[in-house]
């Protein structure tokens, strides 16, 4: 096999197994592990993925770079449909009538479902919709049984959402039912991570300041880490993912009490 082909097909593995691992490729292609040294750095200078200890991952998996939401709205879609469907049963279910949606993809579809119909307590009262995020305060400005409570503050484009100071300052000053929170990494030691620092802040007090926190996250993103930390497992109370957590992560999300749900 010529080393553009074999640098194809690392580049498709890479692409659909997200983490591949340097002394498995030598096997595979029966090379030694300098040559798949060469290959990795190769595509890695392409842009098409990056390079960690041992192997290499996605480039959306940099701790510090992040994809933009467009990109992300077409990664992982049928887990995300699931996920958010999940949650939306377990928030039409509630009484909560005070309810955080952070920014998010996942978050944007639940926000869909949301709107698609009266969303209204069975009391009859509207509930009330707390978000930061543009795009999810604008699907459901109009919603029938939502009264809408946009959060202020500097627009971040990457998420369109609003971050920094001003908008965590809000979020300690309420105690919402229940949040609805994203995440770029789910780690058993590091926690909840993100990219962003002004991003995190919010994040952080989001979750400090609801009743009850639910974690949406795609198993893609088990055992990842993203540069800062917002919160740890003993933050949530709640997980909501594709797939049952194992290993570390699973004794780490029971040793957290965290209710697992699988969508």
């Given at each position: 096999?010529f080393?553009?082909?074999?640098?194809?097909e690392?580049?498709?593995?890479?692409?659909s197994?997200?983490?591949?691992?340097?002394?498995?490729?030598?096997?595979?292609?029966?090379?030694?592990?300098?040559?798949?040294?060469?290959?990795?750095?190769?595509?890695?200078?392409?842009?098409?993925?990056?390079r960690?200890h041992?192997?290499?991952?996605?480039?959306?998996?940099?701790?510090?770079?992040?994809?933009?939401?467009?990109?992300?709205?077409?990664?992982?879609?049928?887990?995300?449909?699931?996920?958010?469907?999940?949650a939306y049963e377990?928030?039409?279910?509630?009484?909560?009538?005070?309810?955080?949606?952070?920014?998010?993809?996942?978050?944007e579809?639940?926000?869909?479902?949301?709107?698609?119909?009266?969303?209204?307590?069975?009391?009859?009262?509207?509930?009330?919709?707390i978000?930061h995020?543009?795009?999810?305060?604008?699907?459901l400005?109009?919603?029938?049984?939502?009264?809408?409570?946009?959060?202020?503050?500097?627009?971040?484009?990457?998420?369109w959402?609003?971050?920094?100071?001003?908008?965590?300052?809000h979020?300690?000053?309420?105690?919402?039912d229940?949040?609805?929170?994203?995440?770029n990494?789910?780690?058993?030691?590091?926690?909840?991570?993100?990219?962003?620092?002004?991003?995190?802040?919010?994040?952080?007090?989001?979750?400090?300041?609801?009743r009850?926190?639910?974690?949406?996250?795609?198993?893609a993103?088990?055992?990842?880490?993203?540069?800062?930390r917002?919160?740890?497992?003993?933050?949530?109370?709640?997980?909501?993912?594709?797939?049952a957590?194992?290993?570390?992560?699973?004794?780490?999300?029971?040793?957290s009490?965290?209710?697992?749900?699988i969508?």
């Amino acid at each position: 096999m010529f080393a553009e082909e074999r640098r194809a097909e690392i580049a498709k593995l890479v692409a659909s197994a997200r983490r591949v691992n340097g002394a498995d490729l030598a096997r595979r292609y029966e090379v030694t592990m300098e040559t798949v040294r060469r290959d990795l750095a190769a595509l890695e200078s392409e842009g098409k993925l990056r390079r960690v200890h041992g192997g290499a991952v996605t480039v959306e998996q940099s701790t510090s770079v992040e994809s933009s939401i467009a990109l992300r709205q077409s990664m992982n879609t049928p887990e995300k449909q699931r996920i958010a469907h999940k949650a939306y049963e377990l928030l039409r279910d509630s009484d909560a009538g005070a309810v955080v949606l952070d920014a998010g993809t996942t978050i944007e579809i639940l926000a869909d479902r949301i709107a698609s119909e009266n969303f209204s307590l069975k009391s009859g009262a509207d509930r009330l919709i707390i978000t930061h995020a543009l795009h999810i305060a604008v699907k459901l400005a109009e919603a029938d049984g939502v009264v809408l409570d946009l959060v202020g503050g500097q627009l971040r484009k990457m998420t369109w959402a609003a971050v920094g100071a001003r908008a965590a300052e809000h979020f300690s000053t309420i105690r919402p039912d229940i949040a609805f929170i994203g995440v770029n990494g789910l780690d058993p030691e590091f926690g909840l991570s993100t990219p962003g620092l002004n991003e995190a802040i919010v994040k952080t007090a989001i979750v400090k300041s609801a009743r009850r926190v639910v974690l949406l996250c795609d198993s893609a993103k088990f055992a990842q880490e993203s540069l800062v930390r917002f919160a740890g497992l003993e933050d949530i109370d709640t997980l909501i993912t594709d797939k049952a957590p194992e290993g570390e992560l699973a004794a780490a999300l029971e040793e957290s009490n965290v209710e697992v749900l699988i969508a």
